[in-house]
């Protein structure tokens, strides 16, 4: 069976959901920040909803993309109404146009292939309205993971069923390519008895300071602000663990 790059199948997601229910405070703060009443935004990556329910209880009109059906399933779970479709970015096909498009938690760094993240940055700004903001953090450098290797268990949680769900994983760093390769392993289990396992070929790209500016400048953004924190703090070396930009037509 194929396994799909970045894919979150149906132990990841659950996982997922466990650890990460809801969205951090600080980061939902620094998307919201963003968001006008009467505007349309767009959550592309939006995965189970931890950023979109929140932007759906305070009243925005969102809409969400992802290409995870169980993610969405979760996501459809807490939010019956919401407004999602499950769709690869390029092949996302829509009249509409948004004011404020938004992609959290480093979700940028996904697509390590820089000629499709390219074309995923285009495909986005060609969705956006006049004067409409784009806003997305990645993954830098300074967050690499120390190489691994052999496979160890790195997170192990409990399901509401009482089964035991276990994280497996090693990494390791392509200098030249700036490509963390973390392949993962999920396992469920009922005591000695493994239920159901799932692997997961998790890769992202990690960002060097001016790399992504000069993407985003080639595409034709005109106005490109880089943060360090949900602060706003202006990004500063390689140093910073994420890069956040903001990026106006």
Partial sequence: MEIKKNYYGNL?????????????????????SYAEKGQKVLEPLCGSGRFLVPFMECGFDICGMDLSREMLD????????????????????????????????GSMSLFTDIDLCKKILEKLKGMLAPKGKFVFAVDTV??????????????????KEGFDLILKGKNYYDEESRTQFSPSIYELHNGAELLQSELMDF??????????EQYLREIGFKTVAVYS??????AAGNTDEMFLYECTL
């Fill in 74 to 105: 979760k996501l459809k779970q807490k939010a019956p109404d919401a407004k999602v479709v499950q769709a690869d970015i390029l092949e996302y096909s829509s009249e509409e146009q948004y004011d404020y498009i938004f992609i959290s938690s």
């Fill in 12 to 32: 990841c997601t659950e996982m997922y959901e466990i650890l990460h229910e809801k969205a951090p405070r600080d980061e939902l703060d620094f998307y919201l």
């Fill in 142 to 159: 300074a967050s690499r993971c120390p190489d691994d290797s052999d496979y160890k268990t790195s997170i192990s949680v409990k399901t």
């Fill in 229 to 234: 924190s949900f602060r706003k703090e202006p």
């Fill in 203 to 212: 890769q992202t790209h990690l960002y060097m300071l001016g790399e992504m």
